[in-house]
């Protein structure tokens, strides 16, 4: 379920107040006079000047609503219209998938920072200078791209621990459909590492290129990676 920003509340009740005064401005100053001589010739004054009072805070308060409903229900369509892109279908939500069917054998024993050595190596001898540009460099920069893409399938199992939580969880594959690892920061630290970046962003709070704040302490399964990367011979 995507998460709604804590401002928005605030937002919306701070916009209709503005509007409402504004409207209020807007009736005293164009419609007060005009609408309470009409309502004296027909109801006589007490009554005219009875029902300009309610008007005069009737009507800013249910302008101001309307209004206001009309720019959100107009921003929540086209923000819809924008995150559905050419396809018309909503992207699946990130955090009601499934988590991935993988073989029970495979343990969380390996950081995926040392995976992405591995995969990229062959071998577990850790992390290595790799210049660039070079075809050593672009082969790394293609390792980073295989790991996002097993994992969206569900073929390379990604653990993880959320923010304030000392439990690991299978990330659900969905997650990696905007996330990726920073390939420019792993190929230059000298011990591995992993930095998860938001590629793009799909709910509210997301910024792209930020670190993500969803999870943190990225494992995987040495089993999984044996497999998905044969050691060369």
Do not use: C
Not at 160 to 168: E, G, I, Q, T
């Amino acid at each position: 379920m995507a998460r709604k920003s804590d401002n928005l509340p605030l937002l919306l009740v701070g916009g209709s107040l503005g509007l409402t005064l504004l409207f209020h401005a807007i009736w005293s100053i164009l419609f007060e006079d005009w609408i309470k001589h009409q309502l004296e010739r027909i109801m006589g004054h007490t009554v005219a000047e009875m029902l300009e009072k309610f008007g005069s805070v009737g009507f800013p308060v249910v302008a101001a609503i309307a209004l206001t409903w009309l720019i959100y229900s107009f921003a929540k369509a086209h923000a819809k219209a924008e995150l559905f892109g050419q396809s018309g279908h909503a992207p699946k939500p990130l955090t009601d998938e499934a988590p991935p069917q993988i073989d029970p054998s495979w343990a969380r024993d390996l950081s995926l920072a040392d995976a992405l050595w591995r995969a990229y190596s062959g071998d577990w001898n850790g992390w290595r200078q790799v210049v660039q540009p070079s075809p050593e460099a672009d082969r790394f920069y293609k390792t980073v791209k295989e790991i996002r893409q097993y994992a969206f399938d569900g073929a390379l199992p990604i653990w993880a621990r959320k923010p304030r939580s000392d439990l690991y969880e299978l990330v659900p594959p969905i997650f990696w459909q905007n996330h990726a690892i920073t390939d420019s920061y792993s190929i230059q630290t000298t011990v591995p590492a992993v930095f998860i970046h938001v590629t793009h962003p799909l709910i509210v709070g997301e910024i792209p290129n930020a670190r993500t704040n969803a999870w943190t302490d990225f494992m995987t399964s040495k089993a999984a990676v044996e497999k998905l990367w044969p050691p060369r011979s």
